[in-house]
């Protein structure tokens, strides 16, 4: 029973440069979440889709952070350029209506 | 607004043993659900329980148990007979208004001892 996947699980990347990170969520599943988690900050909800529509970006950091969900099983969040601020842990979560949310394994970004 | 406090960084505990972690909630919502997550050093969320906001009995599943007071506005998060397998941050989370998301407390490190 494949859960969320993300890939890829580690990334580093230099300033500047644009980072794409992946997720397929659990099939069947019509809500797809991205979540950010830091040290100071936790876990901070990015964005959120409802049947491949985005509902809430009000956590999108900035103009740099990007998401599209083109169908049901597959979504990208892109940071162009990158920072150094940037480097976290960021989730992929989905769930099938109210959650709970069932998340992937997650991808740490590291911005040099 | 809808917070999540979770006030206890880090809890110590020795197998065998009984632990409360914390967790208080502020919402306006009158219908809203809290769960509770587990995050081992390994990184993965795993989902370990839920509690309806009408739910008349407190949430059990297996080991964990939800201890609700909703006049409180507490649901505590309660681990029978520790296992060394339980150390991690757990974290506690409600609903958002209007939506499906989550928001999550700060988390608390719990670290079982043999």
């Known amino acids: 029973d494949a859960g969320v996947i993300q890939s890829p699980r580690h990334e580093v990347t230099e300033m500047g440069q644009e980072v794409t990170l992946r997720c397929k969520p659990i099939?069947?599943?019509?809500?797809l979440f991205w979540y950010r988690q830091t040290m100071m900050r936790g876990l901070e909800l990015l964005i959120y889709?409802?049947?491949?529509?985005?509902?809430?970006d009000s956590g999108m950091p900035e103009d740099r952070f990007s998401a599209k969900m083109p169908n049901a099983s597959f979504s990208t969040l892109k940071i162009q350029p990158s920072e150094p601020r940037d480097s976290a842990v960021y989730f992929c979560?989905?769930?099938?209506?109210?959650?709970?949310?069932?998340f992937g394994n997650g991808t740490r970004l590291t911005v040099t | 607004a809808q917070k999540i406090t979770q006030t206890q960084p880090g809890m110590f505990v020795q197998e065998k043993e009984a632990v409360t972690l914390d967790c208080t909630y502020d919402?306006?919502?009158?219908?809203?659900?809290l769960f509770w997550y587990k995050q081992p050093s390994s990184g993965e969320m795993i989902f370990l329980i839920y509690?309806?906001?009408?739910?008349?009995q407190n949430a059990t599943e297996g080991r964990y148990s939800l201890n609700f007071q909703k006049a409180r506005k507490s649901a505590n998060l309660v681990i029978s007979a520790s296992q060394l397998g339980d150390s991690a941050m757990y974290f506690c989370?409600?609903?958002?208004?209007?939506?499906?998301?989550?928001?999550f407390g700060k988390g608390t490190t719990l670290s079982v001892s043999s």
């Open positions: 979560a989905s769930s099938l209506g109210p959650p709970p949310l069932h």
């Open positions: 099939s069947g599943h019509n809500s």
């Open positions: 889709f409802n049947n491949n529509v985005p509902i809430d």
């Open positions: 919402t306006s919502d009158p219908s809203y659900g």
């Open positions: 509690q309806g906001s009408y739910d008349q």
């Open positions: 989370a409600m609903r958002q208004e209007g939506g499906t998301a989550l928001i």
